[in-house]
């Protein structure tokens, strides 16, 4: 599967963006998606996944209540909703998928994940 990130841009602090992440293939519904973040000198990090039917999703405590994350099986598309926006949140975010055969207990394990998008960069000033 090919992945296309989409949607980051510059936003002030308690802004909102929404990313999208485009999926090729047929076989979206196949896969769990999540999404991560990397900031300037620091390592990349697990931002929030949605299971293959989304029915499961999983948020990392910084995100929580600021941060949606959602999926159209139809247009093989994931979206994170980002709101409550501040200068911690700037990084470049990656969607990638990963087979739903490991199941759900894997959905913020980011060695699982073996399809990468290039990444979009968000940036919000303060």
């Known amino acids: 599967v090919q992945l296309q990130a989409s949607g980051g841009g510059l936003v002030q602090a308690g802004g909102s963006l929404r990313l999208s992440c485009a999926a090729s293939?047929?076989?979206?519904?196949?896969?769990?998606m999540g999404w991560f973040r990397q900031a300037p000198g620091k390592e990349r990090e697990f931002v929030v996944a949605?299971?293959?039917?989304?029915?499961?999703?999983i948020y990392a405590d910084s995100v929580k209540g600021r941060f949606t994350i959602s999926r159209d099986n139809a247009k093989n598309t994931v979206y994170l909703q980002m709101n409550s926006l501040d200068s911690e949140d700037t990084a470049v975010y990656y969607c990638?998928?990963?087979?739903?055969?490991?199941?759900?207990?894997?959905?913020?394990?980011?060695?699982?994940?073996?399809?990468w998008g290039q990444g979009t960069q968000v940036t919000v000033s303060s």
């Open positions: 949605i299971g293959w039917s989304g029915g499961v999703t």
């Open positions: 293939g047929r076989t979206f519904s196949t896969y769990d």
């Open positions: 990638a998928a990963k087979s739903r055969a490991y199941g759900s207990r894997w959905l913020n394990s980011e060695e699982k994940y073996g399809y």
